[in-house]
């Protein structure tokens, strides 16, 4: 496959360019605007690149480069709004994983069961692979996002020095395992079945050994430009939210709908070419991603630095929390789907996004 069909201008330009704005970068809302739309130009970059080096070097390793590469730059973003922040921004890891959670379980699980019943009335999928993820992704959410409301040991809805390290420890290997089974000893589980399964465009030709390179290369070069980037604008969207009189938590859903925007639109090109198992996998693989690997990475941060770090929900996003796993659990526990299921997970969506900005 010829290098120009792989990596197109825009992927190729958005790197470099990223470092210009930033050797070029001053003051002013003018300026600010053309910062952001070349941090989001190298997020969607970066992921490109990653995902042609995952396509290259194949599973398991493929999964954790892409994995790795959105974890990176989420706790970049995460990272940099928290140094700004100070104190206040303790909650901003809590919030960003909630919304990840909450956008994907909803709002892209649901766009994507609406649109592809829509054009194709039922939709079918492999109900081992996805009850697999689900039961992971429960696990997880409660245990970063609920137990810490719970435990005495510390002050607070946070975790002790020593109940954060193991939850980020117990985070990692519950992720590692579902890394393991989906790419290793039950892949099958996680394939389209049938006629999809020689759906041409699930299985394309893997890029050349020169264009993976190079794909590497702008990888590392988008990152970098992905968390110094991020660095310079932090005061700006702190301030735009706080000027706007919206709740802090709208930071973490604009970081959460930022890093999630390739995958989303992947996944919900796979559902109307009705490959509703790829677009599944897509989704539940991000969420875990963002908890199962993004948890442990701010952890060890905040301890290294000695940040607070506030993990439990309120008992308004335990609610919501609670409602997302029970609902999702019954709309993908029969293996086929309609748009009822879709339009389910979009009003609850609608009613996170709502009970954010007024809670």
Known sequence: MPLKTLLSAWTWLAPPLGWLLLL???????MNVVLAGGLIACVLAAVHHAEVVAHKIGEPYGTLVLAVAVTVIEVALIVSLMLSGGPEASGLARDTVFAAIMIILNGLVGLCLLLGAARHLEQRFGQAGVSAGLATLAALAVLTLVLPNYTTTAPGPAYSGSQLAFVGLVSLVLYGVYVLIQTVRHRDYFLPSGALAHDEEAHAAPPSVMAAWVSLGLLVVSLGAVVLLAKSLAPT????????????????????ALVLAPES?????????????TSLNLALGSALASIGLTIPVVAAVSLHMGWPLSLGLDAKSTVLLM????????????????VLQGVVHLVIFAVYLFTTVVP
């Open 24 to 30: 070029g970068a001053g003051s002013g809302g003018a």
């Open 265 to 277: 639109l992947a996944a919900v090109r796979a559902a109307r070419a009705n490959r509703l198992q």
């Open 237 to 256: 969207l702190e301030a735009a939210v706080a000027n706007a009189g919206a709740p802090k938590a709208v930071v973490g859903v604009i970081i959460a």
């Open 323 to 338: 409602l997302t796993l029970i609902v999702t659990t019954l709309s993908l526990g029969v293996g086929r789907t309609t």
